[in-house]
């Protein structure tokens, strides 16, 4: 998230908290995270490092778990993805604010419905193992016509790296010989995507 993200979500937190936004506690605990995902990570030891009482960290712990939680969209099976933002919806909820990479299926009937949407893979903050076998044994159990894609990179950086292209390749070589379409491989950063598809990469 960007400067002006961070700078307001300091403000809601601290109306949340009834401090002001430059109180010695709130001023701490933004300065030692630089990012959304790092401050929903903080644990309740770390919180009272930066000043604030057991009770008062119990509280902004919960304000954050709280955002995280209504962070989360429902459920979203049967949803109809026409277009990448669809599909940046449905990956949100297994990738966002997550400070590992993680790679995800999602699973399309024939009319692009979502039959499903699973974590395949999961690694460290600049990796993830992922193979052919991984992501279709799930299109293939669930009889899936078509598949998309989706990992995010934790530095908050979307592009597309040589590995996330030739992963990607491979993914599509093996699926062809299975009947099953992989319409896109979306890499989510800090709000944002880039669409393999639309970059022309596969």
């Not at 009937?109 to 279709?136: I, M, Q, Y």
């Not at 899936?144 to 894609?149: E, K, Q, T």
């Not at 990607?168 to 093996?174: E, F, G, L, V």
């Not at 699926?175 to 944002?192: K, M, P, R, W, Y």
């Amino acid at each position: 998230m960007n400067q002006y993200g961070m700078s307001s979500l300091k403000i809601l937190l601290s109306e949340t908290l009834r401090e002001k936004p430059d109180s010695y506690v709130i001023e701490q605990l933004f300065a030692r995270v630089s990012s959304v995902q790092e401050l929903l990570e903080l644990t309740h030891e770390e919180i009272i490092e930066c000043g604030a009482r057991p009770a008062k960290a119990k509280q902004i712990k919960s304000a954050l778990q709280l955002g995280k939680f209504l962070a989360t969209p429902p459920k979203s099976t049967g949803t109809i993805i026409r277009k990448p933002d669809d599909a940046y919806e449905v990956l949100k909820p297994h990738l966002l604010y997550q400070p590992n990479e993680r790679f995800v299926v999602i699973g399309l009937g024939t009319k692009n419905n979502v039959v499903f949407s699973e974590v395949v893979s999961s690694g460290t903050a600049n990796s993830c193992l992922v193979t052919p076998l991984l992501v279709l044994r799930p299109l293939i159990k669930r009889n899936c016509v078509a598949g998309i894609l989706g990992h995010q990179h934790p530095s908050g950086l979307p592009d597309p790296s040589p590995e996330d292209c030739s992963v990607t390749k491979n993914i599509m070589n093996a699926a062809s010989t299975c009947s099953i379409d992989i319409l896109d491989h979306l890499i989510l950063g800090d709000n944002c995507y880039v669409s393999m598809k639309e970059r022309g990469l596969m």
